[in-house]
Each structure stands twice: as structure tokens, then as C-alpha cells.
């Protein structure tokens, strides 16, 4: 097999060097965004909206916003807790440090069900049936582009719009590299293959329930209606993407011989364990509501299954789950400081002023104008909380009777948030989940921005026009 990088040795070392320099690293990236958050706990003033119970992200209660005392000074260079619950204080820059280890806590669950998906995924690939199985798709489909990826990106987008899979999915990104490798591809066409054709599933969410179970109900709407035209829309979007995918299909290297040969009993064994932990993965998540603690199990069970299958020792079986495990340590580091932005703009409470202040500024304005605004708005919140469940908990309760007042409908509404929360979630760089999906596939952000940005901007301006044909159709 060809590696990748075989081509890229005959070029002088001298133009190698400024690609490298200019590499952002996702851990830098983060800490610099933490950096700013704290920044701004001390310039946006503090206050807070009454909950509808004490839960973290519980919704908010339209109409109950009160600004909060917050005393700027040497003092909080240091960190500390206010002096009362009436009070807030300025976060210390201090938090930048702090703020890691307590975002690794607050999603720990999350954390070790990725590490032990990436224990699960090293069994998976030193038992060799995962080339066996990338070379047996190449085969049947004869190495055709065209056939591959349309089939591909509908199914993966299928599983995000329709089921909400998205973290899933950091299981398959190794997959795709491996696969675009042997296509003659680059590392870029096979990650751009996945993450957009989970993104735009997850932007349109047709009936997944990650989103619209939290949305809809707080504007009064019943749950997964309104799915015509999120439909219609993730067919759209999503044509648009496969378009987009194959554009960059070009060969970078020499493709792998394409060999019709036949899976062995040991190696479709292999590969059936992985669909039946697909299998369990949406049935349990559906309909038995498993979390991140169940999923964990499971790929510990499905790996060392999956070494018994391939008739490896268990040693090496489990030299294999650790090395799996350490290549996903860089992604668990990265969502534990996606979450540390978070806290750090929750300690500091000005994220429900940002939603007072928008609110205000919405009041009495056309729906027309509104709709985009709140789609805008939202784009602009992904940057601060990329979690869908806390963002919708957040702005939604608060946002939605305004922009009923403005003739903009509950429905309209969750559509703009569907949509602004899916675009940025594209390219955000306060995103851990993003930079996990990156870490995994060794590919730096500014490469994968300079690719989605001219997509990102298309698929912007359609939405605006979906938000504002939504208002006239009633929607």
C-alpha cells in the first residue's frame, strides 16, 4: 500500500517548514479562547434570569432578568466566590488554569466513554479486518468516488439528522482517512466526507431528538413537527455538501490496487461486532435512554469480543486497547476545555446578560428581520456554548415569546436556532467535539477552515433566506 506521505518526501524541506510554523494547535487554540471568556467576565456587566428549578441547564424564565453587582478591582485577580448569590465577581485570569481540570470533571463521562471508544477502535484496527473491510468496499464499488461518497454522506447524515449520532462518529474518522488513503486521496477528503455530512444532518435535525426534545417544547410546539421543511432542507444542504466533497476528489497519491477479495470468517465476524455496537449504540440511546457510562461498557465488552473473534492473545489484545486509548487522549483533552470555556462565562453570569441584550434590541423590530437575527444570534451563542441542550435551555425560553410578539412562530423559531447552532458548529474553534473530530484525523484547524469557509458562507446565506421564506409561508 502507498503511504500518503510518500509523495510529499521529494519536496525540499525548506517549503515544508512554513505549513508546519503556521499549524494551529487545537490546545493553544482553546486556551486562548478560554483566555478571552475570562476576558470578558471582566468588560460585559453580570446578571442572571430566575431558573425553572436549580439543575445547570435548566431553562430560564422569560421576563425575571436582573442585572447583578459586579465590583471590578485587584481582588479578582484572584479567585475566589462572591460575596453573596446577589453579587458576582470578574473571573481571574487564573481560571485559564483552573478551568481545565474542572471542565475534564464535568465531562468525564463523555471523556472516558472517547477513550474507550478509541481502545475499542485500536483492537479493531490490529485485528486487520478493518483494511480487510475498506478494501472489500473499494472492491464492490470498484473504487468509484462518484458511488462511494453520495452513499456514504447520506448514510452518515441520515444517522445525525434523523438519530442526532454525532460524538458516534469519532469512531468512523480513522475509517474514512484509511479509506481516502487507499482511494489516492488525501486526509482532508475522507474527514471532509464525515464531519460535513454529520454537520449538515445535525443542522437540519430532522427528528433528532438530541435538539428538538429541549427546543420544542418551550415554544409550545409538539415534539418532531415542522419536519417537512427539515426535510426538504437537509436534502438540499445535503446535495450541497456531496457537491462540495467531490470537488476535492482529486488524486493526491497512487491508489491502492483495487483486489475483489473475499472477507475470511474471522475478519466478518470482526466487522459484524462493529455493526451490532452501531445497532445497540442508537437502540440503547433511543430506547432505553443510555448515556456515556453504558456506551463505555459497551465497546469494552465489543473489544474484547472483538479480539477473541480475531484470535489475538489477550495481551495483545489489551496492548492494542491502550494504544487506542492514547490516541484519543489529545480529543478527551480537547472537549474538557471546550466545557472550561463554558464555566468560566457561567462563573462570571454574563451569558444570560448577552441574551437580555438581544431580547431588548429585537423588541418591535418586523419578522422578517427578526427570524435572520435570531439565527445570527444563535450562530454567535454556538461560539460561547456549543452545547445544543444548554443553548436551547438558555436563549430559547427567553427569545421565543419575543419573536412571538413579532409574528415569527415557536416552529420558525426552533429553526433558526437548528440552524444557527449547525453552521458554526461547522468551523468553530471553541468547539471541543470539532477538535476532537480533528485530533482524531491529525488535521490542523487552519487547513480544515480555509476548506469549509466558502461552504460555511454559502450555506449562511441560504439559511438566512429558509428563516425569512419561513415567516411568509407561516411556518
Not at 433528532?208 to 415542522?226: E, H, K, N, R, T
Amino acid at each position: 500500500m502507498h503511504s500518503a506521505t510518500a509523495e510529499p518526501s521529494t519536496v525540499p524541506m525548506t517549503t515544508a517548514a512554513p505549513r508546519r510554523r503556521w499549524s494551529l494547535n487545537p490546545v493553544i487554540m482553546m486556551l486562548a479562547a478560554m483566555a478571552v471568556a475570562v476576558a470578558l467576565t471582566w468588560i460585559v456587566p453580570s446578571g442572571r434570569y430566575e431558573r425553572t428549578d436549580t439543575k445547570e441547564n435548566a431553562p430560564v424564565i422569560a421576563g425575571t432578568y436582573r442585572p447583578m453587582e459586579k465590583p471590578i478591582g485587584l481582588p479578582g485577580l484572584i479567585p475566589g466566590k462572591p460575596e453573596s448569590t446577589e453579587t458576582a465577581r470578574p473571573v481571574s485570569p487564573l481560571a485559564v488554569a483552573t478551568a481545565i481540570p474542572a471542565g475534564l470533571e464535568k465531562s468525564a463521562g463523555l471523556i472516558f466513554m472517547i477513550l474507550l471508544l478509541g481502545g475499542m477502535f485500536g483492537v479493531l484496527k490490529h485485528s486487520g479486518a478493518l483494511d480487510a473491510g475498506i478494501q472489500r468496499l473499494i472492491g464492490v464499488s470498484g473504487g468509484r468516488v462518484t458511488i462511494l461518497v453520495p452513499v456514504l454522506m447520506i448514510a452518515i447524515s441520515a444517522g445525525s439528522t434523523f438519530l442526532g449520532l454525532i460524538s458516534e462518529y469519532l469512531l468512523l474518522i480513522p475509517v474514512m482517512v484509511a479509506l481516502a488513503d487507499r482511494l489516492g486521496r488525501s486526509p482532508m477528503f475522507g474527514f471532509a466526507l464525515l464531519t460535513l455530512a454529520a454537520k449538515v444532518g445535525y443542522l437540519a435535525s430532522v427528528t433528532s431528538p438530541v435538539a428538538l426534545l429541549i427546543a420544542q417544547p418551550i415554544v409550545g410546539v409538539p415534539v418532531f413537527s415542522g419536519l417537512a421543511l427539515r426535510l426538504w432542507l437537509w436534502i438540499a444542504f445535503l446535495a450541497i455538501a456531496i457537491v462540495w466533497v467531490l470537488a476535492i476528489s482529486r488524486p493526491t497519491h497512487e491508489a491502492a490496487p483495487i483486489e475483489r477479495t473475499r472477507l475470511t470468517h474471522r475478519q466478518f465476524g470482526v466487522l459484524l461486532v462493529i455493526g451490532v455496537v452501531v445497532a445497540l449504540l442508537v437502540y440503547g440511546s433511543l430506547g432505553h435512554g443510555w448515556d456515556d457510562k453504558q456506551f463505555a461498557a459497551l465497546f469494552i465488552v465489543a473489544a474484547m469480543v472483538i479480539g477473541l473473534i480475531a484470535g489475538m492473545a489477550p495481551s495483545e489484545t489489551s496492548r492494542a486497547f491502550l494504544d487506542g486509548m492514547r490516541s484519543m487522549m489529545l480529543a478527551g483533552l480537547l472537549i474538557g476545555m471546550g466545557r472550561g470555556v463554558e464555566i468560566i462565562l457561567r462563573e462570571g453570569h454574563i451569558l444570560d446578560t448577552i441574551i437580555a441584550a438581544v431580547s431588548w434590541h429585537i423588541e418591535g423590530l418586523p419578522p422578517m428581520l427578526v427570524a435572520p437575527i435570531l439565527m445570527a444570534f444563535e450562530m454567535l451563542l454556538t461560539l460561547l456554548i456549543p452545547s445544543t441542550s444548554a443553548k436551547a435551555a438558555l436563549s430559547i425560553p427567553v427569545l421565543g415569546p419575543i419573536a412571538a410578539q413579532a409574528g415569527v412562530s415557536g416552529q420558525t423559531t426552533v429553526l433558526c436556532f437548528l440552524m444557527g447552532n449547525g453552521l458554526v458548529n461547522m468551523l468553530a474553534p471553541t468547539s471541543g467535539m470539532l477538535l476532537a473530530y480533528l485530533a482524531a484525523a491529525n488535521i490542523p484547524y487552519n487547513r480544515w477552515f480555509r476548506f469549509v469557509w466558502p461552504i460555511f458562507a454559502l450555506l449562511t446565506a441560504l439559511s438566512v433566506g429558509v428563516a425569512m421564506l419561513a415567516v411568509v409561508i407561516g411556518y
